[in-house]
Nanobody, 113 residues
Framework: QVQLVESGGGLVQPGGFLRLSCAAS????????MSWYRQAPGKERELVAA????????HYTDSVKGRCTISRDNAKNTVSLQMNSLKSEDTAVYYC??????WGQGTQVTVSS
């Protein structure tokens, strides 16, 4: 069955960095666009970044442009999100999402001093 397993979250100080990873299985990974979403307490889930199936195209929400980079490795069935210069407002649960409508379980990112 389809599985998306996120890792890499944690507690980091403002200005720090984290690299989130999502390991995918159960489908032909290279055929689908992948995305990272996040949901902060009391807020709706929002798109953070997306990447096309071949990795040639990426999209970022305005609040993370210049600070985050989404990438994928179709040989390893993984998609990653490198997050730099983290801010307190980046605190959220981050979810991996595959274009046909499946979510991972999420990984918590907390940015706090």
């Amino acid at each position: 069955q389809v599985q998306l397993v996120e890792s890499g979250g944690g507690l980091v100080q403002p200005g720090g960095f984290l690299r989130l990873s999502c390991a995918a299985s159960g489908f032909i990974f290279s055929r689908y666009a992948m995305s990272w979403y996040r949901q902060a307490p009391g807020k709706e889930r929002e798109l953070v970044a997306a990447i096309s199936s071949d990795g040639a195209s990426t999209h970022y929400t305005d609040s993370v442009k210049g600070r985050c980079t989404i990438s994928r490795d179709n040989a390893k069935n993984t998609v990653s999100l490198q997050m730099n210069s983290l801010k307190s407002e980046d605190t959220a649960v981050y979810y991996c999402y595959v274009a046909f409508g499946r979510w991972g379980q999420g990984t918590q990112v907390t940015v706090s001093s």
